[in-house]
T-cell receptor
Framework: LAKTTQPISMDSYEGQEVNITCSHN???????ITWYQQFPSQGPRFIIQ???TKVTNEVASLFIPADRKSSTLSLPRVSLSDTAVYYC????????????FGSGTRLQVQP | SAVISQKPSRDICQRGTSLTIQCQVD?????MFWYRQQPGQSLTLIAT?????????ESGFVIDKFPISRPNLTFSTLTVSNMSPEDSSIYLC????????????FGQGTRLTVV
């Protein structure tokens, strides 16, 4: 399983764009990159998933360079409600089906 | 998507006792997963539960301590046995979607405090 490294914490202000980068140097060919968000007292929630280049949905964008050894989750114009822990996960669609969570990034959005 | 209901949402238990956590899913799923999240920490997989077979436990977790039942495709239970304060954690049930192999859905969790 590819190990991921993320910043432990980040601070931002409302209305700013937040970029959280995750390193996964030993990502395998069939691995996808997935990001989850966890609010206090809740289970993690799927945000976005990608394999290469750029993926965008209504919540976030995911940028993946050509070598796929890192990825960046971009949250546009954050609000106080985006305060949460964000987890970067790397895994394939074969073999192990359970998720392996790293330490995550605790994002604190200030007014 | 899948909606997962966990019961209880929280409990305070005496050391030496056992607590059974229930996980109900609104659709049939092959695999269900149980995670533990210790205070301020990330999630750690306890075991994978398939219907009709014994659960598969991760290193550091044993069946005698965390027995799991999976009687049908929509329900599972995790029991935390002979509890000690070190078992104080959030326990989460999870299932994967059929759309994305690594997209999973989680219950709200059960916050367990052992005193």
């Amino acid at each position: 399983l590819a190990k991921t490294t993320q910043p432990i914490s980040m601070d931002s202000y409302e209305g700013q764009e937040v970029n959280i980068t995750c390193s996964h140097n030993n990502i395998a060919t069939n691995d996808y990159i997935t990001w989850y968000q966890q609010f206090p007292s809740q289970g993690p929630r799927f945000i976005i998933q990608g394999y290469k280049t750029k993926v965008t949905n209504e919540v976030a964008s995911l940028f993946i360079p050509a070598d796929r050894k890192s990825s960046t989750l971009s949250l546009p114009r954050v609000s106080l409600s985006d305060t949460a822990v964000y987890y970067c996960l790397v895994g394939g669609n074969t073999g192990r089906r359970a998720l392996t969570f790293g330490s995550g990034t605790r994002l604190q959005v200030q007014p | 998507s899948a909606v997962i209901s966990q019961k209880p949402s929280r409990d305070i238990c005496q050391r030496g006792t056992s607590l059974t956590i229930q996980c109900q899913v609104d659709s049939q799923v092959t695999m269900m997963f149980w995670y533990r999240q210790q205070p301020g920490q990330s999630l750690t997989l306890i075991a994978t539960a398939n219907q009709g077979s014994e659960a598969t436990y991760e290193s550091g977790f044993v069946i005698d301590k965390f027995p799991i039942s999976r009687p049908n495709l929509t329900f599972s239970t995790l029991t935390v046995s002979n509890m000690s304060p070190e078992d104080s954690s959030i326990y989460l049930c999870s299932v994967e979607s059929g759309t994305w192999m690594t997209e999973a859905f989680f219950g709200q969790g059960t916050r367990l405090t052992v005193v």
